[in-house]
């Protein structure tokens, strides 16, 4: 693990996600640029000190050099955005499968690098968008690609929080630190933040790629260096419409990401804070609300499902089911086969797209809220 | 009665509201442009025949030669848009009150002029924007009035339906018919229809008046003539950013109105189709839910209601509070006296703002959803 | 209207729902047994003090000498529940038909010889157990009976308030002093109060009659007289379980009356303060959210609505319903015609069988909650 | 673990809950009594082959031969209910803490001889009533033991289920087989296997003891061995009231433990698919919303929180929290320290009274519903 010592957020996330199917074992880190805290913090997760590095560039060196059956099968990147690229790239250069905390990068041109790089040395990239592994949310793309809406007209995604309505970088509060600074952030706050994964979530459900967009972002609260809101007209490819809105500042909303979904025939809402419900919408039948556990969940939903309905599933478990499905690849990777078919995490293609959004909204902001084309986007070939 | 005759649909609803409180009876009408028609509606209404007229012009006529303990004292339009402007004017100067449903008139000409009419003859003139009528919008409107909410940053008003996501007005449907018609309902579709209760209920609560826009209007379903759904970005005088957006095609939804308002203190949410609830959310307290009812609703709010808390008012109770309130106006007016203060019911000057509204949405989104400023609305100075 | 004079709660929302319709028009009334108090009520009321009375005897006796063509079509009684037996039988008597408030009576032997009464006068008694006019119990009712359910197994029916959670009675507030005094409300508080609508609400929607039932009542706040709260064990006819609580100390609870009836093929639920659902559940289906005014509701159940989907119709609404019903039977009794058939409003049978059970569970109670036969109860043979 | 092997359920949840945390490694077994079955599940789990046994007793033996840093430091036990006793004793006597799923054990007989067991060797043991893990049970019992839902007047807990609407244990489907078999699961069915959840949560948040109970019990689905639904007044210590009903044939409801605790001063609801919420109402407040991960939530509470507010946790997050709280009093004993004060997970204690309640409730339901005096349960002295 890189990053993700004391006082991180993120990274305990990660290790519980990572360990939740007894899938896999956390062995070594680099968990802080301070080589004194990352001691500290391998020696609260009992790890062998030997393995515990002061930076990634030495841990990358020492990992390299370990016989193959005590080698890490694969590295999870956890620091703040400015961060991401510089591991990503010299653990996938040295041969280690990587997964990595979103945005994937720290600008769309460090995004655009490091899938050459993943391309080139054929290793796997994995980007946590977790919200896309809750089952619902599967269910929900499932629906979408059977033809179940019909033709798709209209998505309203929207990630309201509050927790960024005051000043709170300046009281120290580490999160709020490096998420408002546009040094270790990039171009975008609240966008970059959380938006990408409300324009992660509707791409994954609708398979819609943005056209053009305009985007009008604000700083509502004074001093600070980075957006706080924003709100967004999309207009996607092949003609739907949508509204992508995302803030920090919207007092008393928790984490409140939601996706609305219109069609010809049938409509669906998915609200994260309520995650194993799906509820769908039709004009001539009562409304539905598909429940997470039940037999009716199609098998591509439901393989991702740990407990029976009516026992909550949340944050975590979802978290943990991009890891499973991750794992699958890398188990692969690392054995020389060839992955399953039909796998689903967000790879690189994800991370770029997810860069390019964030470029684009910044820019149609910067021009007064008017609207920017989306640039193009090559994704990478299926082998 | 001006329209609301047979296969109407507000008629009904403008007759249950206007008779709850025992305060009005209802007894002439021109309840259509065909005589025979409004005689059968009459019929049906078990009025007198001979105050059964075959066009507003006749009965304007007849009624105002009424002596003056028979006359009407105020006259209700319920007819499509474009058949607002003539009768208004016609009662208004012929010496009667008038309730209009809305929105005012057929564009924003007409309404300013209806001002003007209005002003002249020192009549009352209501407009029946209902949604700002339910007890809990009140209470809304009394938070951020008096700072509870602290200083506004985002407002958020949505008002999706999927009614029209198919061409039902070529099917005969009379409601669809008109409302999508050009001639008769004017420049926008859904956005005139219903998104004028969205950007009124939003203006009623926050006090905000808008400054510029960005809208993007669609009309999805081929072969309609007006749009059926509208994306608008808002920014607000004194730098509070907003989304709007209505629908016609968003299947399954049936009246979502829904708004949102936070500010720097608090937030509240209120959804119309829940309207007994009203949802106030804090940095650091529990969410609270304030109910119709109770003894901590205050004042402004509480005088709206009719039964206890729990036993929930809907649609026709807040309608219903439109005309009790304009009842006091008209009260006063027709004894000569002043009217109470703080009278709570949309006038002619939430009308002119309603038409500019639809105007400038309409006028951004034929220059390709570009910012356009909201137009000079002067208010009608407070008697 | 006999009762529901000044400071009054239901004498109101029986007058709202009677004339919401434009059906009916109040025109006379014994609002107090004080008669200035009744004289002061009727002037409120714009009516002809010639028909305001001093007593109810003194109306009977004046309205029944009235030519036809103004004489009361049917009297509405509102008064505290030890006197609806008395105008009951003197209006019914008198050739008027009535409706009544519910409990029917004060006790059960008085329920029994209203009925006879009923039965010997043909004239029309309607029972206002208002919950049951709501459109989506109807609904329910239509489910269970078509099979939708399969076999009914289980039926928890629940009204908690918490009004009643201190000794309010003793603040002089006017509802509360004749609810909780066995002289004027009878044998039962909360149970006869509002745990009688509750087995109404079960009984109409599953057709379930009880076979036995053990009921343990709790008198919670000290110096009240009568209980305030009461939990039931119920034992259908057929097999069926149930259970039925009620409370008016359940703190913060508004008037949360809720059902839930469980088959062998699918469940449902309805609340009350969210009247315009219908919960229905499967084994391994999506649950559906059945919501009044769409076209997949039943005729049965869509013959009550007035506003279209999405625009909530509540309390007064479906008291109105009961009044729209009894409308259809009073007008054919009024103009010597059939009643249409499959009117649904509540009858004096309901009431008999209501004031049967609040007997049945007063002496369980008093056996110190021991299981007790429910009485035989004949029902009105239908002509 | 002793059981939990292919085809359980359990096992894995407690897998998962034991492994969240990062404090538990399992290193050895006895999945199953078929020595095959147990040693495949052992390889499923990557165990050495050599720490997977045939049967609990001997697993016993050998592992109590282990040098001491290489021994357990303590068991989980995850087999059907007739076989919790049998190894608990084994494995406390043999030195080892124990952590258990409840029921404690198959009857009365065996809890009480259980924690003499406890209590003679000192070592911890467990139960695993997880819903009492979740954080906002936890913040419900501080408000009620602060005062401040002042004193307690009624409980109703609820445990509706519909999975065994239907004779599911004649389709070979293990968990139906035997939690309807009275040989492997006890005296009860519906009541021993979620009732008594439902019991425990009512006396963790509330802190009250059951006084005496009068059980309706019955077996809906012809065939079936054991109860499948039942309906339970409860009078408690102290003069509160309580309804506890839980069932298995309530068609569509999936896991809806429901609790709602009304005291004099206010009173809270918590529902278990919405485990991140707890409701709090008032009489004169507006309703509250208290949602894990705000500032505002007690630590008591709070410390049991891994994922910010808006973050959902659910079922296996509170499973982890009873592991984590149990860790803390084994870690102690395993190093011979003095526990913590205040730990917060069910002991045998909470076993003994859970059994107790089952056999309350199963010899009033054989008395045909009669009245029955909880027995005398005396705690463990706390050392």
């Known amino acids: 693990m890189i990053g993700g010592g004391r006082g991180a957020f993120i990274g305990a996330v ?29 020696a609260d997760l009992f790890l062998d000190p030997a393995r515990v590095y002061g930076s990634f560039v030495a841990m990358a060196k020492a990992e390299s050099r370990m016989p193959e059956d ?11 955005n400015y961060q991401h690229f510089p591991p990503a790239k010299l653990f996938l250069e040295s041969g280690f499968n990587v997964i990595c905390d979103k945005p994937a990068t720290f600008n769309l041109a460090e995004a655009r690098k490091l899938r050459t790089v993943v391309q080139r040395t054929k290793k796997i990239f994995a980007l946590t968008h977790n919200y896309t592994g809750n089952t619902m949310v599967k269910q929900a793309r499932d629906l979408v690609r059977s033809g179940f809406l019909g033709e798709l007209r209209k998505v309203v995604a929207e990630y309201p929080q509050g927790w960024l309505s005051t000043l709170l970088e300046k009281t120290g509060q580490k999160q709020a630190g490096w998420r408002t600074d546009p040094k270790r952030s990039g171009a975008a706050g609240c966008i970059g933040d959380i938006g990408t ?3 992660n979530l509707s791409r994954y459900i609708t398979g819609l790629h943005i056209d053009s967009l305009c ?10 260096k980075l957006d706080d809101d924003g709100n967004i007209l999309v207009r996607f490819k092949g003609g739907a419409k949508g509204i992508i809105h995302a803030s920090q500042i919207s007092v008393g909303d928790e984490n409140a990401l939601n996706i609305r979904v219109y069609g010809t025939k049938a ?3 998915w609200h994260q804070e309520q995650p194993n419900e799906l509820i769908v919408k039709f004009p001539d039948q009562p409304r539905q609300i598909w429940r997470r556990g039940n037999g009716y969940v199609g098998v591509n939903a439901a ?7 009516g026992h909550p599933e949340g944050y975590l478990e979802a978290f943990g089911n991009i890891y499973r499905e991750a794992f699958h690849a890398i188990t692969a990777e690392v054995h020389g086969r060839k992955p399953p078919k039909n796998l689903d995490y967000p790879t690189i293609d994800d991370g770029v797209e997810g860069m390019a959004f964030i470029e684009t909204v910044v820019k149609s902001s910067k021009l007064g809220a008017k609207w920017v084309k989306f640039p193009k986007i090559l994704a990478t070939p299926k082998s």
């Open 14 to 42: 990660h290790r519980i996600a990572a360990a939740m199917d007894g899938q896999a074992v956390l062995v070594a880190g680099a968990f802080s640029s301070d080589p004194a805290r990352s001691k500290a913090s391998g």
């Open 70 to 80: 005590e080698r890490l099968d694969f590295v999870v990147i956890v620091t703040p």
């Open 197 to 199: 994964h409300a324009e």
């Open 215 to 224: 985007a009008d972002l604000t700083t509502f609260v004074k001093g600070r």
């Open 267 to 269: 409509s669906l809402e």
């Open 303 to 309: 393989r991702f499902t740990r407990v029976p309905a």
